[in-house]
């Protein structure tokens, strides 16, 4: 029963996309849209000329790279602070605070602020780090407290330790909300990294783009954009799968 | 037939005998402020439970019997009076770890599986995990085939009585069980009674069970203590008079009969009592 509404759902989601790409191959041989909506064929052949798909990995490395980068210093920063907050709970909420704060802060102005303090190399790390950040410092926060109170009773009446409360309970309780906020956090990181590459870094999908829109070249500018939407896509799902294994595991 | 209740206690002690384990409750009261108002859950309570003894709460519901069983535990402190365990504070034997606990939500880990999760009081004492231990309770708890098993694959039977083996496996020198059958249907809970009672006359730990039910405590205790509400007050203390192992047939002497109704009156007296109270 299970099984057969998972496969019509993955039916369902094929064939939505599917009929999506085939209106937008058709729109754009009608030529209605005019010269800027190129079909989808043509991206996609023009794509695959080696030329061209050199470019493309070439920037694909750097974004994802970048991006991954972005992942792992904003989530690390966020669950050592989502940690730091739990084990001395004043500091908790001045933290709380700060995250909001941080995250208040449209990262649109922050790119050229960045650019000067920390270079255009570090820029798309560093953007994509802090969409990240927030994004993971609540969703750890979040986790620690789901632990339930009959559970935290339990280990004080048998004696556990701070460490041995943190390792035995309120880490496995926090992990499945932990992997949902990386879940969500991952496609921050890579919008985050390509808004950094964006505001002139060395290289990346976000590079690509400008100079394409600039000179024109709309089958790169079509090819650059799909390819970050697709990296976007593969990481949330690695990432839902994982989320998934740790919801069978840890709920 | 007679003999089952009015005999001499059977002594089966298998476990290693640790220095005696009384608990004292000393003029305990406990208020709590709601709405800027002082209320009285529990008003100087005294009873002690002797070493190897099992002592029963009960009491209308809102009486504070759980509040009491918590303070022994160490989770809340007196407003007044003392709880001593040993001599020792409650804090102090639970950082010895010798204290099990087991309550009416079972607080299993659902990411641990039946056998970890019974393991855990030896992770938790950072003590190695004497596996024979564990799966000689899980046994006892009638669970072989579903030591493998994760908590939510579990009936609601089977997750007290994994907790109530979790609460045994270091061999505490305390027991407190916080209506641990509280949300089990009625025939679960007798079995499970006639099993904790195999368990207990086994072992003949100090315990203090809190439960709304008046045939369990009778079932399973020494004695009964009888709390009343608003505030909480010792009422009566009972001794039950019938001797161990007890089984299906100690429920149905007369003798077992009488006691319940009496306590139960008991009861419904303090339950007239409070409806008095609160609405004169």
Known sequence: MIGSSTQSGWAMRVTGIGLLLLAWEMLGQSGVLGKLW???????????????????????HFTAASAASGLLIGSATGVVLALLGLLWPPLGQGLGRFAATVNAVPLIALGPVLIVTAGREATPVLIASITVFF???????????????????????????????????????????????????????VVGAILGEWFGAPGGIG??????????????????????ALLSLVAYGLLGVLQRWLESRFR | MASAYAGPIVDTFTMTPKSATTVAITEVSKTFTVDGRTVTALDRVSVGVHDSEFLAIIGPSGCGKSTLVRMVAGLEEPSSGKVSIAGSSPQVLAARHHIGFAMQEHALLPWLSVRSNVALPFRVAGRAVDWHAVDALIALVGLTEFGAARPR??????????????????????????????????????HLNLELQNLWSAHRLTTLLVTHSVEEAVFLADRVLVLSSHPGQVKLLRDVPF??????????????????????????????????????
Not at chain 1, 141 to 148: L, N, Q
Request: aromatic residues 6%; neutral net charge.
């Open chain 1, 38 to 60: 190129p079909p989808l064929s043509v991206i996609v052949s023009y794509a695959m000329e080696p030329d061209s798909t050199s470019i493309l990995l070439r920037a694909l």
């Open chain 1, 135 to 189: 994004g993971v410092f609540v969703a750890a926060s979040t986790g620690f407290a789901s632990v339930r109170r009959e559970q935290g009773d339990l280990l004080t009446v048998l004696g556990a330790s701070r460490s041995h409360r943190l390792w035995f309970l309120q880490i496995p309780a926090a992990l499945p909300m932990l992997v949902d906020g990386l879940k969500l956090s991952v496609t921050a990181a």
């Open chain 1, 207 to 228: 590079l690509v783009l400008v100079s394409a829109m600039q000179n024109y070249q709309i089958a790169l500018l079509w090819s650059a954009a799909l390819l970050g």
């Open chain 2, 153 to 190: 694959q579990l009936s609601g039977g089977m997750r007290q009585r994994t907790s109530i083996a979790r609460a045994l496996v270091l061999e505490p020198s305390l027991l407190l069980l916080d209506e641990p059958f509280g949300a089990l249907d009625a025939v679960t809970r007798r």
């Open chain 2, 243 to 280: 001797g161990r192992p007890r089984g299906a047939q100690t429920r149905r002497l007369p003798e077992f009969r009488l006691l319940v109704d009496e306590l139960t009156e008991c009861l419904d007296a303090e339950a007239d009592r409070v409806q008095d109270v609160i609405h004169p």
